[in-house]
C-alpha cells in the first residue's frame, strides 16, 4: 500500500524517536540514521515544494481538519451542480486542493498509475502551478411546464366525434374529412283490419329503404391556451335514398323503385374544450366540452313531400315520401360532454360522455306537393344520452390502433306537447376500429371503420381525416 510523502516525514520522525540511546551509538547503526536522515530531508523538501505550489495556486490550509472535512465530503460527487451561494467559493477550494493530494498520495513519491510524477528541487520551476477549479453554474434537464399549461394528453387514433388531443398554444389544425353511411331496413305496414288472427282484409304495404350518405367536412380548430381549444365545423352532405315498394291501391304484384336525393350545406358546428386537470401515468385526464349545431342545412319540413294534401289516415294519395332530401336535423343542438383518457402503458383507455338537448320548434309547417302546407303546431325532438369507450395502442412512433364502441338512446319525439303515436326510444350502437399514421410533423392520415350493433343504426360506415397543423 503506498503511502504519501508526508506520511513518510512522520514515520522516520517517530522511528529515530523510538530507538534506544545504546542503539544510537552503535556503530552498526551509524549508516543506517545517515540514510533515514538523507530520506527525510528529502521527503521534507517534497512537502515544502507542494505547499508552495498550494501557495501560489491561491489554497490556504489545505491540511487543516475544516478542509480535509470538506474533501471527504466531495469526493465521489462530481462536479457541483447547485446553485451558488455563500458555500461556493469554500466548495470551490475544497475542490481544488482534491486534485493535487489524491494524484500525490503514495509511498516514497511513486505517482499512481496515469498521473504525473511528483516535481521536487530542480525540475519544479519546469511545472505550471495548477488553475483554481471554478464552481460550475446550475445545469437544468429537461423543461418544466409552465404555469397553468399542465401536460398534453396522450394522442389516439381518433375514431369518435370528439377528439382528446387538445390543439397547443398559439397551433391550428385544419382537418378535412370525408364520410360515407350505408344503411339499409324493411318495413312492413298493414292496412286494412283482421277478422281472426288469421285472417287479413286489406292491404300489406311492405317497403325496403336503402341509404347512401357521403358528408364532406372541413373542421378549423385553434390552441387559445395549452388547456382550451375552439373549434368549428362546416359539412356539405349528399344523399341519396331508394325505396323499393308495390303501388298501394293498384292490385299490382311489381315492384317500383322510388329514387330520391339531395345535396347542399349540412348544420355548421362551433365547439370548445378544456382540459381540467394534469394527467399522467395511470392517472386520467379529463376534457370537458360543448358543442353547439345550428340548422342551416335545409330541413325535413322544407322539402317537398309526395302528398297531394295529406299523408296520414286514409287521404293517402302519394308516396308519403320526400321528393328532396333535407341535408340538416332542422333543430338547434346544444351538447355538454366529458372526455376522459387513462395512460397504462402500453394501451391508453378512452371515453366519452354527453348529453344532446335538442330545442323545440313553434309553428312548423310541412310542404306537401302542389304547394300545399300542412301545420304540424309544436314539434320537440328527442334528447339524446349518448357514451363510448375505447381502447387505443401505439404500434410504434408513427403508426397507432385504436378499438371501440358508441353508443346513443334517443328519446322519443312530441308534438305539441304529446308523444307522437308510433315514436319509441331508439338504440343505436357502432363497434368501431381505426388506425393513424403519421405522415410527417405536421400531416397525419387517420381512417376508421364502423359496424351497426342494432337495427337503427347504419350498416356501415367509413371515414377518412387527415388533419394538417400550422
Known sequence: MQRSPLYSVIALSVALACLPAEAQTGPEL?????????????????????????????????????????????????????????????AAQAETTAAPMDALRG??????????????????????????????????????????????????????ETP??????????????????????NRVALVGYTVIPALLI?????????????????????????????????????RSDSTVSRELFTGTAAERAFDTSGKGIGDIELAARYQLNDGGIDKPYYIAGLRFKSRTGRDPFEVVTDCQTRCLGENVTGTGL????????????????????????????????????????????????????????????????????????????RASFSIGYDHSSVSRMKQNGQVIPGSVRIQLGTLLLGGSYRINNKRTLNVSVGAGMTRDTPDVTLMMRMPFSF
Not at 505517482?111 to 477549479?133: D, I, M, R
Not at 286489406?202 to 391556451?225: C, H, I, M, P, Q
Not at 314539434?379 to 410504434?396: H, S, T, W
Open 30 to 90: 551509524l549508516e543506517q540514521l545517515k540514510v533515514m536522515r538523507q530520506q527525510l530531508e528529502q521527503q521534507r523538501a517534497r512537502v515544502d515544494e507542494l505547499e508552495r505550489q498550494l501557495r501560489a495556486s491561491g489554497i490556504r490550509d489545505a491540511g487543516s481538519p475544516a478542509s480535509s472535512g470538506q474533501l471527504a465530503g466531495l469526493r465521489g460527487t462530481g462536479p457541483a451542480v447547485a446553485a451558488p451561494g455563500p458555500d461556493a467559493p469554500q
Open 107 to 160: 509511498t516514497g513519491g511513486a505517482p499512481q498509475e496515469g498521473l504525473p510524477a511528483p516535481v521536487t528541487g530542480s525540475n519544479s520551476a519546469n511545472v505550471a502551478a495548477p488553475q483554481p477549479v471554478v464552481a460550475s453554474q446550475p445545469t437544468q434537464v429537461g423543461q418544466a411546464p409552465q404555469p397553468g399549461q399542465g401536460q398534453r394528453t396522450p394522442e389516439v387514433a381518433p375514431i369518435f
Open 164 to 185: 382528446g388531443v387538445l390543439t397547443p398554444r398559439g397551433r391550428g389544425v385544419f382537418e378535412p374529412a370525408v364520410q360515407y353511411g350505408y344503411s339499409s331496413s
Open 202 to 238: 286489406g292491404l300489406l304495404d311492405v317497403r325496403e329503404v336503402k341509404r347512401n350518405t357521403t358528408t364532406g367536412s372541413a373542421t378549423f380548430r385553434y390552441g387559445v391556451t395549452n388547456r382550451f381549444e375552439v373549434e368549428g365545423k362546416i359539412p356539405y352532405v349528399y
Open 322 to 397: 320526400p321528393l328532396d332530401l333535407p341535408t340538416g336535423s332542422g333543430f338547434y343542438s346544444l351538447q355538454p360532454s366529458l372526455t376522459w383518457l387513462l395512460p397504462s402503458d402500453p394501451a391508453i383507455f378512452f371515453g366519452t360522455f354527453s348529453y344532446t338537448h335538442n330545442f323545440k320548434r313553434d309553428d312548423v309547417y310541412r310542404t306537401v306537393l302542389d304547394g300545399g302546407r300542412e301545420l304540424l303546431g309544436e314539434i320537440k325532438p328527442g334528447d339524446v344520452f349518448g357514451f363510448n369507450i375505447g381502447m387505443g395502442l401505439a404500434l410504434n412512433e
